[in-house]
Every structure is written in structure tokens, then in C-alpha cells.
């Protein structure tokens, strides 16, 4: 999840220049970055441990991170990329960017375990429709509800080709509807009012109470009963299951040359850079923490059934699939 403030948008720096060989520069997306975020912490824990200088450069949101890096061409400053998920590791490993981490990630913990050679897991969570209580009493208990239910009732959801969730709400909707998705992506485009590029923009539009509803996460909830004692948002439990989302970090090949961004990407999986995650970024640790979770995290929507599609399914259907999406959504 990220902090649920409405973020600057699209791309927030430029690409640093003449990097010294003992510095790191990461590219992730723009929440990770802010004041709020995991950045700030993450940075001043790691450069107290390394001696060395960690530069942030952010894009909108996770599918941004790809599209960069293609638009790079290779050539890129970036020494590690941090915000893809599970969903793009087979692209972005044909892509050719990335080198092998060779590391030994036991102490990576998800969800079906993990076991991938090039990226390692930092966070993982599930995507949900987060309403506000004050506006809709009776939220959906299912995705077929949400589609066929009160159109004035309106959802900001974030775009495929641009946002990881964005594109995980498309796959869940793929996943449980089959050849017959593009029916239930009419139904869902009578349901809203935006479709932004970044996770940021929507739930800032959602916090600011431009829409009763939001695509987002079930730990999203967590933020404002921690840090604002308010439990007003919270997320809907569906009946058929939510899609899970397990955000990533990878070295570049440029990175796999430099020590202290294999360092980097060693720390992810400490239980020092774990304990950040879950009060800032706000999604689940994906590797032991050093102190047990808040309790308000056993509040939360806790789902039955884990949807998921295998990142070669995704690799192999996506341009497909979003074609098929936006077809309907510019009706």
C-alpha cells in the first residue's frame, strides 16, 4: 500500500549523473519517495550501514518503473529498481535489464514461497475496493456486487498500463470472469469516476472526498486507524477472493557491479528494513520484522482465497489482455 495522500504526479526526478562507484541510485515509485513514505527511513538506516550515498528517483507507480527502463534503452543510472511486482518478473526479466542476485533469500516470506533467481520480494498485500463509511453504508461483499451494483456510486481505480494495481484489478477481473472479463469491465466502467496513472493520485482523490470509493488495498485501512486514530475507511471483503500483490527489488546490470547495491538488496530481507515497511509503506512484510505487527493490523480483511496469476501468464497475455480493457473502457 502507499500513503494515502495525494502525491505529486508522474515523474518527480531526474536521473543522476556521474554516480560515484560506492553510491546507490534506485528507481521506484513516487509514494516510496515521499516525506511520508518508506524512503526517508529506509535511506538514513542504509547509508548509516554502508557509507554511502542512496539517491531515489521516482516514477507514477510500478508498470512506470518498465516503461522507463525501456524507454532507457539499457542505459540507465538506476543501480536497483524497487516497486514491480509479481506480475511483471517475466517481462522484465526477457527485457534483459536485470542480472541474477545471487543471494541466498530464505529469509524472504510470502505467500506460496519465493524462490525467484533475479528479483527479491520487500512487501506483499491484497488489492481491495476501500470505501468510506460516511458515504456508503452497505459496502459490496463481492466483485459480481460491485459491478452490478449503484452506479451513482462511483470508484477511482488507477490505469493497467501505467500502475501495478491498476493492473492487478484488471487481472482479478480477468481471473474471475474468463472470456467473458470485457462484460464485467462495462459494468465496472458505469462505476467510475477516474482512472488515474499512480495509486497516489487516486486515493488522494478518494481521502479529499472527490469518491466514496477507491482501488486499493485491504492494509490501506491500517494508515488512518494507526496514524490518524480513525477507522472511517475501511476495506470491503469480497466473497470470491482478492488478488495478491508481491512488490520486488532487482539489481540492474549496471547495479550487479556495484557492491553496495548488493548490499542493498541483501538488506530488503533484514528485519531493520522490514520493520519500516509496514507503518509506512503500509502493505505486509515479506520477511521477518523484529517486533510483532501492530494489532490493528489483525483488524483488516484478512482473505479467504488468494487469486494469482504466474508472472508467465501475465508476460504472455498482457498486451492482449490490456488491449482487450481499454477497447471497453473507451467506449
Known amino acids: 500500500m502507499r500513503k494515502p495522500i495525494l502525491l505529486g504526479i508522474l515523474l518527480s526526478g531526474v536521473a543522476v549523473t556521474h554516480a560515484q562507484a560506492q553510491d546507490v ?22 547509508e548509516a550501514k554502508c557509507g554511502c550515498d542512496v539517491t531515489f528517483v521516482s516514477a507514477a507507480d510500478g508498470v512506470a518503473l518498465l516503461n522507463r527502463l525501456r524507454l532507457e534503452g539499457g542505459n540507465t543510472d538506476a543501480d536497483l ?35 525467484d533467481d533475479v528479483f527479491v520480494p520487500y512487501d506483499y498485500g491484497y488489492l481491495a475496493i476501500v470505501y468510506d463509511t460516511q458515504k456508503i453504508a452497505t459496502p459490496p461483499s463481492s466483485m459480481e456486487e460491485l459491478l452490478n451494483g449503484d452506479a451513482s456510486n462511483k470508484i477511482a481505480i488507477q490505469d493497467p498500463r501505467t500502475s501495478t494495481p491498476g493492473l492487478g484489478l484488471m487481472l482479478w477481473i480477468k481471473k474471475l470472469y474468463g472470456d467473458d472479463a470485457p462484460e464485467a469491465y462495462a459494468k465496472l466502467n458505469d462505476r467510475i469516476l477516474t482512472i488515474t496513472p499512480g ?7 478518494f481521502t479529499d472526498g472527490e469518491v466514496p470509493m477507491v482501488l486499493s488495498y485491504t492494509t490501506s485501512p491500517a494508515y488512518h486507524m494507526i496514524a490518524e486514530d480513525n477507522d472511517r475507511y475501511q476495506a470491503a471483503a469480497f466473497s470470491e477472493g482478492h488478488y495478491m500483490q508481491i512488490e520486488v527489488a532487482g539489481l540492474t546490470k549496471k547495479g550487479a557491479e556495484n557492491p553496495k547495491a548488493k548490499e542493498f538488496l541483501s538488506f ?8 519500516i515497511i509496514p507503518e509506512t509503506n503500509w502493505m505486509l512484510p515479506a520477511a521477518a520484522t523484529s517486533k510483532p505487527l501492530n494489532p490493528v493490523f489483525n483488524k483488516l480483511v484478512q482473505p479467504d482465497n488468494a487469486l494469482l496469476y504466474s508472472s508467465d501468464e501475465v508476460a504472455l497475455n498482457r498486451k492482449d489482455w490490456v488491449a482487450e480493457w481499454l477497447e471497453v473502457m473507451s467506449r
Open 81 to 115: 529498481v524497487l516497486g514491480i511486482d509479481q506480475n511483471l518478473i517475466a517481462e522484465a526479466k526477457a527485457e534483459g535489464f536485470f542480472a541474477p542476485h545471487g543471494m541466498d533469500i530464505e529469509a524472504a516470506a510470502v505467500p506460496g514461497g519465493w524462490n
Open 199 to 205: 495509486w497516489s493520485e487516486a486515493y488522494g482523490l
Open 268 to 275: 530488503v530481507v533484514s528485519p531493520e528494513f522490514q520493520d
Open 25 to 46: 541510485t534506485i528507481y521506484t515509485y513516487e509514494s516510496f519517495t515521499a516525506e511520508w513514505g518508506p524512503g526517508a527511513q529506509v535511506e538514513k538506516a542504509f
